[in-house]
């Protein structure tokens, strides 16, 4: 059966794949939600399914904790590379918080990962792996460099090669070179990244450079300069696989408004030493699986969960790895229980959403999706909030507030007057309840509902009445930001505005969608 593009129809950008025998496996961008760096494998090319995270955290510092008001929205692991040498698997990436290159490498793709540490930060790095054992780290922004490292990756090689592959642009640009990925094929090397020209269309715009030396000149030109007929948005950055059989095709991503940056698979054809991306400029949406395994059951990138304690799962507690929380967990205040439920205590002053602990947190899905998730309040004290939300700077959320010793279940929203992409100011306000209705019992079964389609990017908030759903609050406009630079998930919350210490289950959490 044919499927669509884009082929995941979710928040997995800045995707790097690699085939190991007849096994692909991707890499994505998590940003500060954590466990960090998540890998799929896929069998295909189209059907994926996640295998784990790389890393748990990168030092928990005060901002990966969240302590006091301090957090890592729109930071954290960015773009990265997956290579595949010696019977082992490297990822390397950067992170603006710390201003360091972590390059890890393991036996197998569910770890465990060994790490280095460089102590600069290399905007969006690529990892090559020559045949003589040279080893190189390819990064920029504007500019893009090339630097050799040792062997064994722990840091620079002195004396080794050091140049600029590629000048800083000349001509009018939103965005310069960045997104780099370095790749050895046919014997020569190439180098992919993207750009965004103000000449129209202007977009996000993928290109590629070629060269026969490291040491020498690349040359090359624009790659693929097309939308989908999807509001501008480019498909772009990523870069290029060969199948079993000999075909190839590139990996890359396009902005799909508030549910984030989707992958998108191009077939590659070459013309000499030139790749042509799609069809006559154009990505095809509709693509044909070549399988070699064809019957393989692949679990889906988003799930529904009962919460048992010790139920299967590839992270430890058992928690399935569709799930990543916000920051960096505090182990000691969440828990599964035998029976079934997450239990979430918390343990900071919070004004708001945003600034919750431990808030678990899973992917939405392109064109639209929805959850609902039963909210026991009865551990909460006067003052807390809990349930589930739309996890963005232009947040919204519908959950039970305790106050004075009563419940009342309340729906809050942050409507921003400047939604500019560029607008990276924190949130420190309370919460602004549009909807406040009191309830009888310290219970309530909840639900969310989100259209991203056509850009509509809207959330919907319902709650159960007498064994029926009732919408409350009105639809709330999502807004993708680099606040946050992430598209927007579903969010299992509980934050305290007065003492902490209050505890909420959740039970029952069901995700759908249906495409």
């Not at 693509?287 to 304690?309: C, G, H, I, M, W």
């Not at 219970?443 to 409350?472: G, H």
């Not at 902490?500 to 959740?506: K, N, P, R, S, W």
Request: proline residues 4%; charged residues 25%.
């Amino acid at each position: 059966m044919d499927r669509t593009n884009p082929i995941i129809k979710a928040d997995f950008p800045d995707p790097d794949v690699i085939r190991v025998d007849d096994v692909y496996y991707m890499l994505s961008t998590t940003m500060h939600f954590r466990p960090g760096a998540v890998i799929l494998r896929s069998f295909d090319l189209i059907h994926w399914e996640i295998v784990g995270h790389v890393f748990n955290h990168l030092g928990k510092t005060p901002e990966e904790c969240m302590q006091g008001e301090r957090c890592n929205y729109g930071r954290g692991m960015w773009a990265g590379s997956l290579r595949y040498h010696n019977d082992k698997f490297y990822v390397c990436f950067s992170c603006l918080d710390t201003d360091e290159t972590y390059i890890y490498e393991a036996e197998s793709v569910e770890g465990p990962w060994k790490r280095n540490v460089l102590k600069e930060y290399r905007h969006h790095p690529s990892l090559l792996f020559d045949e003589d054992g040279r080893v190189y780290l390819v990064s920029g922004y504007e500019e893009v460099w090339i630097r050799e490292l040792l062997p064994d990756c722990s840091a620079y090689k002195k004396g080794g090669l050091e140049r600029i592959l590629l000048h800083k642009m000349q001509e009018d640009v939103y965005l310069g070179y960045e997104g780099s990925h370095i790749q050895k094929i046919h014997g020569k090397y190439y180098l992919f990244v993207i750009y965004w020209p103000k000449v129209e269309p202007a977009r996000r715009t993928q290109l590629y450079f070629v060269a026969e030396r490291l040491d020498g000149e690349f040359t090359g030109g624009e790659l693929l300069r097309d939308d989908m007929d999807y509001h501008n948005q480019g498909v772009a950055q990523g870069g290029l696989v060969e199948t079993l059989n000999g075909k190839w095709y590139a990996m890359l991503y396009q902005d799909h408004g508030a549910v984030g940056r989707i992958p998108v698979l191009v077939p590659v054809r070459w013309e000499g030493d030139v790749p042509v991306l799609g069809a006559g400029g154009k990505t095809p949406k509709a693509l044909a699986p070549v399988s070699s395994r064809p019957y393989y059951q692949y679990q889906q990138v988003y799930t529904s969960d009962d919460f048992k304690e010790g139920a299967s799962g590839m992270e430890k507690h058992g928690l399935k790895p569709q799930w990543e929380f916000n920051h960096v967990p505090d182990e000691k205040n969440w828990w599964m229980r035998p029976e079934g439920g997450l239990v979430i205590r918390n343990a900071k002053i919070s004004t708001n959403v945003v600034h919750a602990t431990n808030m678990l947190t899973q992917r939405m899905m392109w064109p639209g999706c929805a959850a609902e998730v039963t909210v026991d309040a009865s551990g909460l004290k006067d003052g807390d909030v809990a349930g589930l939300c739309a996890l963005q700077g232009c947040y919204g959320l519908i959950g039970i507030m305790k106050e004075y010793g009563a419940y009342y279940l309340v729906v809050m929203q942050r409507s921003w007057g400047d939604t500019s992409l560029l607008d990276r100011s924190p949130d420190y306000l309370p919460g602004n309840i549009v909807e406040k209705i009191r309830l009888e019992e310290s219970s309530a079964r909840i639900r969310l509902n989100v259209n991203f389609e056509d850009m509509q990017d809207e959330a919907e908030f319902y709650y159960q009445y007498k064994k029926r759903w009732k919408r409350v609050g009105e639809p709330h406009k999502l807004v993708f930001r680099l606040d946050h630079f992430t598209g927007c998930r579903f969010g299992l919350f509980n934050y305290a505005t007065g003492q902490v210490g209050g505890e909420a289950v959740f039970k029952e959490f069901r995700y759908i969608y249906e495409n």
